[in-house]
């Protein structure tokens, strides 16, 4: 098995490429150990001191470091427990713990919420996974759209840029009723 690596913009995180698929559908963020308590693939990952963050994707698995270690350092380590978790066959994900993300609306703006998480989904999250990541709906009030940052957005430097920039330009550009894009916490 030969895992690939990429950089992300985030200089705290690693996307790691398997080749196999990791996530049939769906994500998954476990931004600490103890969120890890489903996934093998996580709590592996997580043995290996350093490691403050993972998220999965299809077919990718981003990886947060703590500042105080060095890539150099817990790379291999990384690289192994992937492989370790692959070899093993065990899923990614006990149980179905996978979800779209995008948190429900059931407001009086539904079909406004409808159109953001169509834009999200076909313009937005695709070009995000490339870099390690996601952005998922958590709401929307008085033209404010709240997104949810993952996996090598979460804590990324370019992230506001990205959110102000981007997305809150291609959202504001097809959505009148949309006025500001801002992140919201897990």
Not at 3 to 31: C, H, R, W
Not at 100 to 108: F, R, Y
Request: charged share 20%; proline share 6%; net charge negative.
């Amino acid at each position: 098995m030969f895992i690939q690596t990429e950089s992300t913009p985030n200089p705290a995180t690693l996307k790691f490429l398997p080749g196999e698929t990791v996530m049939q559908a769906g994500t998954a963020d476990f931004p600490s150990s103890d969120a890890a308590a489903t996934s093998p693939l996580a709590r592996r990952i997580f043995d290996v001191e350093g490691v403050s963050g993972v998220f999965l994707g299809q077919d990718f698995v981003t990886v947060t470091k703590s500042d105080l270690v060095d890539w150099a350092h817990i790379k291999p380590a990384i690289l192994g427990a992937i492989m370790e978790h692959f070899q093993s066959g065990a899923p990614a994900i006990e149980g179905d713990n996978s979800a779209s993300g995008h948190a429900e609306h059931d407001g009086p703006d539904g079909a406004i919420v409808s159109q953001i998480k169509e834009l999200l989904d076909t313009r937005v999250r695709p070009a995000v996974a490339q870099d390690g990541g996601d952005i998922t709906f958590h709401g929307f009030e008085r033209g404010v759209v709240y997104l949810h940052m993952q996996g090598a957005c979460a804590g990324c430097p370019s992230s506001t840029m990205t959110l102000k920039m981007g997305i809150e330009n291609l959202l504001r550009h097809y959505i009148p009723e949309v006025t500001e894009v801002r992140p919201v916490a897990a």
